[in-house]
């Protein structure tokens, strides 16, 4: 329209992650799910996850290898970890 200032769109930036690292423990008995929000949440904010389960850890399966390895810092499961065969080669070097 003549005479009215152009708005111009800009896409936003992805939030830079913090510069340093806070880890949490996520422990649990029985069966505890996470995610692909919980982890893009905690990757997002600088955080990475030590995992402890005693029963079924299960990740969801459109968590990428690349966001697990983001999120997550360690995974120990007396039990059994449900996640894609993907992650699990993702997270192997981190299982305890």
């Known amino acids: ?3 009215t200032p152009s708005s111009t769109i800009q896409a936003a930036s992805p939030p830079s992650p913090p510069a340093t690292t806070h880890r949490s423990t996520v422990e649990g008995v029985g069966i505890r799910y996470f995610s692909r929000q919980d ?3 905690a ?4 955080e990475r996850l ?3 389960v ?3 850890a299960s990740i969801a399966s459109d968590v990428t290898a690349d ?3 983001a999120a997550i810092d360690s995974v120990t499961v007396f039990g059994a970890l449900q996640a894609s065969a993907e992650v699990k080669a993702a997270l192997a070097d981190r299982m305890i």
């Open 1 to 3: 329209m003549p005479g």
């Open 39 to 41: 982890l893009e949440n």
């Open 43 to 46: 990757a997002a904010s600088g």
């Open 50 to 52: 030590q995992i402890r």
């Open 54 to 56: 005693l029963g079924l």
């Open 67 to 69: 966001l697990a390895r």
